[in-house]
């Protein structure tokens, strides 16, 4: 009788153990949930925005690509032992079913709103007679830079295939208004464009501008200058590297302004390009 009482409550401590480290998983995962704080979005792992070509298709095809970037971004840092589900609507809702019991996920979300609902277009025009004239253009995201001091690269370069400033018409990728406007000596000529859901699009060493002025409505595709090599000195400096469009994006919080990577921005916008002839 003792033997099997022994037994018994050998049975049950097994058992025991092998709910609890059922429940692990789940305890682990819901902390994850509610470890999403307000400063997420200054985080390393937001901010370098790192997606992946499967999912920048998929995203093509949704109504709602900013919400699908985050969460994917969300599952891959917080879950990372996690293989990503299959890319699809029901799997996307059922991820954000977990995620919405975290008190800042609609600050978070509406931060990735900024990033992606407004654009429309790639920053680049192209010229109809002449497909020889492209540009390339690499996750550079925090390479090294020292003019003015050492940092990293906040943005992302688009480099022309003919070195010569002024022929590469620049667009809008969004709708917006012209916020900034003039020389800064790091990025030349530049024009900053904040967006309808509040993102800040900063588009540099342009050679020259379009008529557009501070505070002026403009559309996604509007044209707004031209590629150049204009910066990195006092007022008027080109020539200090070769002609190319320096693309930044950032999120004007209330405490902090936080650049985002927009390489994979523009991956999204690839199959968005203009074309122009030159009797247009």
Not at 73 to 87: A, K, R, T, V, Y
């Amino acid at each position: 009788m003792q033997r099997r009482r022994g037994y018994m409550q050998f049975l049950i401590l097994v058992l025991l153990l092998i709910l609890e480290g059922a429940a692990i998983p789940k305890f682990q995962n819901d902390a994850s949930y509610f470890s999403l704080g307000k400063s997420v979005v200054s985080e390393e792992f937001f901010r370098s925005h790192e997606l992946t070509e499967e999912m920048v298709s998929y995203m093509r095809t949704s109504k709602e690509p900013g919400r699908a970037a985050g969460l994917f971004l969300l599952e891959q840092n917080f879950h990372s032992d996690i293989s990503f589900p299959s890319l699809t609507k029901q799997n996307f809702q059922k991820i954000e079913k977990q995620w919405r019991a975290s008190p800042s996920y609609s600050a978070y979300m509406a931060a990735c709103e900024k990033i992606w609902a407004d654009v429309r277009y790639f920053p680049v025009m192209f010229w109809k007679e002449e497909p020889d004239l492209t540009v390339t253009y690499e996750d550079s995201w925090m390479y090294e830079r020292t003019y003015g001091g050492k940092r990293g690269h906040e943005g992302t370069d688009l480099m022309a295939s003919e070195n010569k400033r002024g022929i590469f018409p620049i667009v809008s990728m969004t709708d917006g208004t012209v916020t900034s406007k003039g020389w800064l000596p790091k990025g030349g000529w530049r024009i900053g464009i904040t967006a309808p859901h509040g993102g800040y699009f900063y588009y540099a060493h342009l050679d020259s501008y379009a008529d557009v002025e501070i505070g002026e409505e403009i559309e996604a595709g509007d044209l707004i200058g031209y590629m150049g090599d204009s910066g990195y000195g006092d007022e008027g400096t080109t020539g200090k590297f070769p002609v190319h469009l320096h693309l930044g994006i950032y999120l004007e919080e209330p405490d902090e302004e936080i650049s985002i990577n927009p390489y994979w921005i523009l991956r999204y916008a690839e199959d968005s390009k203009l074309f122009c002839r030159k009797s247009d």
